[in-house]
């Protein structure tokens, strides 16, 4: 009854509730996105930050520099936030560093809507960039480490779902008040990025902690506890908590003591860094970045009609590909398989894109080819790429250094939103290279060279829990016998701690069983 119980995905309610509560962190994220990319765009917002430009299609415009600096010192706080997240994770918890990122949100949105000084802003941007970045990552590890095997793919469909569909909103909010002719257009969609955090810090508190945190920091029978919450009832989730102790201790006996430099000097350990660092980096190398900060602005300089519209559509068009990729990631989502179609499939949009406009700029039927490969593009992106991306950097660390890896590989990962965000505005806006969407030129190299890494290096992790993989990687297999590998290893360590912890709740039974005739002959 207890293993149907386990098929079942309702039987799974709990966690589902639990891992939907933590995926309004990347929708926060996708908000945040979807919002500044669009005040980039409004004559509400262009005459408090920018410029009259008659010249240029919006007849406003900003300086490159603070263009710059608005979109990309929100990726630089979550590069920060996220490089030390391993720091971070020593000593405070999945949910605790969640309610930072709450707070943090909201301090920085009081700056940025409290005055009209420059420099408010860029404080405001930095700092919500730090929360994005306890926001992303502390949300997928809480995931990666509470989820089962089988629907770990689901949440993490689901977490790339809220992720664009924040963004959406963001844009569709941005269309609705655009029209405004004052800096109410912008301050109201602003005033919308206290929703979430407010949620999240409520409903944080009636979900547990990270079982594979507890059981990592020693506390084995609060592990226990949190698993019994997430699992269905009637699940061995003293075999699962065995399970997880006994690949920590595995680990600890290869590395001895945690340590950051173990993603360096540890040979296995190394291998699995430099997997997940450069899985996340497949989002910036498939250029998707400058089109999800700048589309509104991109689109509004390219001469294309409703920018804000298109937006939106932009955005729907990825949230489709999602919801169809949450169809088939479970039962046929063979990671380097879907990476590599989605990574050639970018590239190749992407020069489509740039040889139509370097050919034809301007024109209506242009505008038409734009638009169109832009839609199928983010839908490539968003189907294909950026779930994941996420994922398989989610799934490859180890343990003990979980924390560590993953933050570094998203700091990473952050850092190349960073360079794209920072450097995109030098080729596309008018008053510097005026490439506009020539800039695919760049982007259609970088998307195969990323294909050719995946095919090389990237193994399988599709259906393997995280002990399989531990053991895998611990075996030294090479990328392409991941998948057939058959794994046994993990499962005497589990069983022999298993069997380790009910002799010692016997002995604590007996105890108690002794004490308590003790005290009747002593009352006699």
């Not at 996105?33 to 299609?57: C, S, W």
């Not at 296995?268 to 602005?297: E, N, P, W």
């Not at 024109?363 to 994941?388: E, P, Q």
């Not at 057939?484 to 709740?505: T, Y």
Request: hydrophobic share 50%.
């Amino acid at each position: 009854m207890a293993s149907e119980a386990k098929e079942s995905w309702k039987a799974h309610w709990k966690c589902f509730v639990a891992c939907g509560i933590i995926v309004l962190s990347p929708f926060q994220y996708g908000i945040d996105f979807g919002l500044i990319g669009g005040l980039q765009a409004m004559r509400g917002f262009l005459q408090v930050y920018g410029h009259e430009a008659p010249d240029t299609p919006l007849g406003w415009n900003l300086d490159t520099v603070r263009q710059q600096l608005i979109s990309s010192l929100m990726t630089l706080g979550a590069f920060i936030s996220s490089g030390t997240a391993g720091l971070a994770a020593t000593w405070v918890s999945r949910r605790q560093c969640l309610w930072i990122a709450c707070v943090l949100c909201c301090v920085s949105n009081v700056l940025m809507m409290a005055t009209e000084n420059i420099g408010a802003l860029y404080a405001g941007r930095f700092l919500i960039g730090l929360a994005n970045g306890y926001f992303m990552t502390f949300s997928q590890l809480y995931i990666q480490e509470s989820s089962p095997a089988r629907y770990r793919g689901w949440f993490l469909t689901a977490f790339q779902f809220f992720t664009s569909f924040g963004t959406l909103i963001g844009t569709i909010i941005d269309w609705a008040t655009a029209p405004r002719p004052d800096k109410s257009a912008y301050l109201i969609p602003l005033g919308i990025v206290y929703v979430i955090p407010v949620i999240m810090t409520v409903c944080l508190l009636f979900i547990p902690e990270s079982p594979r945190w507890l059981i990592l920091k020693g506390r084995q029978e609060d592990g226990i506890k949190a698993l019994r919450w997430l699992r269905p009832k009637g699940a061995d989730v003293e075999s699962e908590a065995a399970e997880i102790k006994a690949a920590i201790d595995r680990e600890r006996e290869l590395g001895s003591n945690v340590s950051i430099m173990d993603m360096f000097t540890n040979v296995v350990d190394r291998r699995r860094t430099f997997l997940a660092v450069c899985a996340v980096t497949l989002q910036a190398a498939s250029g998707s970045m400058f089109i999800i900060a700048y589309k509104a602005y991109f689109l509004g300089m390219s001469n294309i009609a409703n920018p804000f519209g298109m937006s939106n559509i932009l955005s729907a068009m990825g949230i489709l590909a999602i919801i169809f990729n949450s169809l088939i990631v479970v039962r046929f989502g063979r990671r380097r398989v879907i990476l590599m179609i989605g990574l050639a499939l970018c590239g190749i949009f992407q020069l489509i894109i740039a040889t139509v406009y370097h050919t034809h700029p301007g024109t209506t039927s242009t505008g038409v080819v734009l638009v169109a490969f832009t839609c199928i593009y983010m839908m490539s992106y968003n189907g294909m790429i950026a779930t994941y991306a996420w994922l398989v950097a989610g799934e490859i660390p180890s343990q003990r250094l979980r924390s560590y890896t993953f933050g570094l590989a998203a700091a990473v990962g952050f850092f190349f939103a960073w360079l794209t965000t920072f450097t995109a505005p030098y080729f596309i806006n008018p008053a510097s290279l005026n490439w506009g969407p020539r800039y695919g030129f760049i982007w259609f190299p970088s998307c195969f060279i990323a294909c050719a890494w995946v095919w090389i290096f990237l193994p399988e992790t599709k259906g393997r829990t995280l002990e399989e993989i531990d053991e895998m990687f611990e075996a030294r297999l090479p990328a392409r016998k991941f998948r057939h590998h058959i794994c046994v290893g993990h499962a005497s360590g589990a069983q022999a701690d298993k069997g380790a912890l009910a002799e010692k709740r016997r002995a604590s039974s007996e105890n108690e069983k002794d004490a308590s005739v003790q005290h009747a002959e002593v009352k006699a």
